[in-house]
């Protein structure tokens, strides 16, 4: 049941990265906007966050960290948790691969998230450069 | 279930899930603030693990889930009506044109 669950994900992924490969959300028109900025007028942690993957899946870290740097920043920890994953999978456990379950991990991650959040809403240097951008 | 023991036990039993890392995916492509919340519980679930409070690091843990998944199913919901709405003006916007043109 597990399995199939992982299957689905796995081929909804698929589709969505050839999707974010091929339209630019930056040109085309039908990805869904922002909720929150829809509303509010404010950029979002994940503002952003289309057009940067489209970069992302192009190779360009570059373009994507001008959309949304917290993305590309969450990549490497998204790694090592897959990493640490794999480890338990094997050893039944994290060892030495406990950064997740570290009490200062999650509350740093918070403190960065909700920095980006108000940082990157600022309308002037050298805050603009975390809001979208080419 | 058995991963109660006295605390200052050098790790008893497995820590629960803690759901920080779909946390931050929910915060980072959902758009939505519910990802926040599974962060901040992500965190007490590790705070109250290594103060030796292994019940309340275990509430914590389906606290962050809940919220987690509330983000994840309600993104998902905008992007369904996102699309469905985003279908219908097609089709209205395609046959208003193909009116135009007769």
Known sequence: MKLTGNIIALIVLS?????????????ASFFPNCPFYSL????????????????????????????????????????YAAAANIYKMVNGNYGRWDLIYKPWFPKTVLVVVLSFWLLRNLPFYPFTILAPHT | MDQLSQPGAPTPGVQPKNWLVESILVTIFCCLPFGIVGIIYASKVNSEWAAGRFAEAETASKEAGKWTKIGFFVGLGVLVLYLIFYFIMGVALFSGAARFNN
């Not at chain 1, 589709?15 to 040109?27: C, D, K, R, T």
Request: proline fraction near 6%; charged fraction near 5%.
């Open chain 1, 40 to 79: 509010t007028g404010y950029y979002c942690p994940g503002c952003g966050s289309q057009r940067a993957i489209h970069q992302l899946l192009h190779g360009d870290i570059i373009a994507a960290s001008g959309y949304n740097v917290l993305l590309v920043l969450s990549l490497p920890v998204l790694a």
């Open chain 1, 15 to 27: 589709i969505a990265a050839v999707i974010y490969f091929i339209f630019n959300p930056a040109v």
